[in-house]
């Protein structure tokens, strides 16, 4: 008999690792809580016809598509297979998929909800999502997204807040970061400059994979994109060879909008994504002065739907990528028929943000165990007396077992050291009758005797 399995890319979390993930998810909900932000929840399909298209090509590959039930070759059209034209045949036998992100159903959602909402409307999301992608360290089939996004508002203040929600997350979190920043439009500029404003997405997906593709592999994605070479020349002369290279790490921010300036002069779009990015720089030095930000010019964050700030978090001492992105989309829901309705958001990624803290083992100890107290089983004598006592703990918010079976100490107490319970409550006959129980430490080791009241008092502590 075959052995069962689950699919690449996707895993099963054992209760100690939900206790670790529900803390993960607990911090970020409740620092958007504090910013104002309200909970909504989509559906885990979506019609294929909201998702194909608001991601780009690559993207378009990576939808997992759900087969229409039935004999759905029956009613497909023979000329779509020849015609080699896969999102065409996909939309013929598959009418639905998976979620690829939160982002594009969210404006769905806005779009179908626009008479019950009030904007500016700021929600947030905490749901998997699906990609078929290639299954490597830090990327899954299956993960959480943790989003907050603010539409209704064209305010640089909406950036500014999500800059300072991700401080707070990864303050509490206790992961050093640094946020890395560009603007769509300084990249709209760039592609205009160097004579080919049409090519911006082709630029902008080419630069959002420079670290993993070098410079061979940009010249590469860019030619094959059908880019002329002296456009493509004069991009990698800036991009790697120019003493001021976009690539380097050696500028300040200051001195990175100082190149652009200069650079960018002829391109209008190009200057407004350099003044926003300079209002933003500006008010964070003083709101936010210890938060490392980082002007970055090779980030594009390859989504077709951002048009402004893009913002890309990492962490200092695990290399994993991402760890958190978002930034401005203009537009997005004009593609559902709401024009003009702009937008911008944060995801944080949760499953990635667990093996950064995993490695780095940050997470603080109470969150290794769910149960602070196991109540030992002596037998039928003592039973009634030790529910009831266990029902008064519970009943204070304090996580409590007993244990069902009336088997020897020492099983008992192996139980709770594999489960990693930090007390055990010793109420044989005498100690019921002195209403002092022995509750033991079980990491000191130090046993106590104690009323039910101070027991209570003490793990509350």
Same mark, same amino acid.
């Given at each position: 008999?075959?052995?069962?399995? =689950? @699919?690449k890319?996707?895993?099963?979390? %054992? ?6 993930r ?17 909970? =909504? ?12 298209g608001?991601?780009?090509e ?8 759900? $087969?229409?039930? /039935? ?11 020849q ?18 992100? $939160? ?16 904007? @500016?409307?700021?929600? &947030?999301?905490?749901?998997?999502v ?13 993960? &959480? ?9 064209? *305010? ?5 807040? $999500? ?7 990864f ?11 560009n ?7 760039i ?5 080919? @404003? ?13 670290e993993?593709?070098g410079?061979? /592999? ?5 030619t +094959?994109?059908e880019?002329p ?12 060879? %120019? ?9 300040t ?10 650079w960018?002069?002829? +391109? ?35 989504l077709?739907? &951002?048009t402004?700030? !893009?913002?890309?978090?990492? *962490? ?28 911008? /958001? ?9 093996d ?13 165990? %769910? ?16 529910l009831e ?5 519970r ?23 594999l489960?990693?319970? @930090? ?10 009758? %002195? ?7 079980m990491?000191?080791? !130090? ?12 793990l509350?502590?």
């Amino acid at each position: 008999m075959q052995k069962p399995s =689950i @699919p690449k890319g996707t895993r099963d979390f %054992s209760p100690s690792e939900m206790v670790k993930r529900d803390y993960i998810f607990n911090v970020i909900k409740g620092v958007f809580i504090n910013y104002g932000y309200s909970p =909504i929840e989509t559906p885990a399909m979506e019609n294929l016809s909201t998702l194909l298209g608001k991601y780009g090509e690559e993207g378009d590959r990576l939808l997992f598509k759900i $087969l229409n039930s /039935g004999d759905f070759l029956s009613k497909t059209d023979p000329a779509k297979i020849q015609e080699k034209d896969t999102n065409a045949f996909a939309m013929e036998i598959s009418e639905k998929g998976l979620r690829y992100d $939160l982002t594009v159903p969210f404006a769905r959602y806005v779009v179908q909800n626009r008479n019950d909402i009030t904007f @500016p409307f700021k929600r &947030y999301q905490i749901q998997p999502v699906w990609r078929a992608d290639r299954p490597q360290r830090g990327r899954y089939r299956e993960f &959480y997204q943790c989003d907050a996004d603010v539409v209704g508002s064209n *305010s640089l203040l909406n950036e500014i807040e $999500l800059l300072q929600i991700i401080e707070e997350v990864f303050s509490l979190l206790k992961i050093k970061v640094t946020v890395k920043i560009n603007n769509r439009k300084i990249l709209a500029g760039i592609a205009e400059v160097i004579g080919t @404003p049409e090519s911006v997405a082709d630029i902008a997906t080419a630069m959002d994979k420079i670290e993993k593709i070098g410079k061979d /592999g940009f010249v590469e994605e860019l030619t +094959s994109r059908e880019i002329p070479k002296e456009s493509i020349d004069e991009l990698c002369s800036y991009i790697f060879s %120019s003493k001021q290279s976009l690539v380097t790490t050696d500028y300040t921010n200051e001195d990175k909008i100082k190149f652009l300036k200069s650079w960018l002069l002829d +391109s209008e779009t190009g200057k407004k994504g350099i003044e926003e990015l300079i209002i933003i720089l500006s008010i964070l030095s003083t709101t936010n002065p210890s938060l490392n930000i980082e002007l970055d010019l090779r980030l594009a964050r390859g989504l077709n739907y &951002y048009t402004g700030a !893009i913002i890309e978090v990492r *962490s200092d001492d695990v290399p994993i990528g991402s760890i958190c992105g978002g930034g401005r989309y203009d537009d997005l829901t004009g593609i559902f028929g709401l024009k003009d309705v702009s937008g911008v /958001g944060i995801s944080f990624g949760a499953d990635r943000i667990y093996d950064v803290m995993e490695q780095m083992k940050v997470f603080p100890s109470e969150v290794t165990a %769910s149960v602070r107290i196991l109540i030992v089983n002596f037998g039928e004598k003592e039973q009634n007396q030790c529910l009831e006592m266990l029902k008064k703990i519970r009943k204070a918010g304090i996580p409590g077992e007993y244990y069902p079976d009336a088997v020897k100490l020492k099983k008992q107490m192996t139980y709770a050291n594999l489960k990693k319970i @930090p007390y055990v409550l010793l109420a044989g006959e005498e100690e019921i009758k %002195s209403q002092q129980y022995t509750l033991k430490n079980m990491i000191t080791g !130090i046993q106590e005797k104690l009323t039910v009241a101070e027991i209570i008092e003490k793990l509350r502590q």
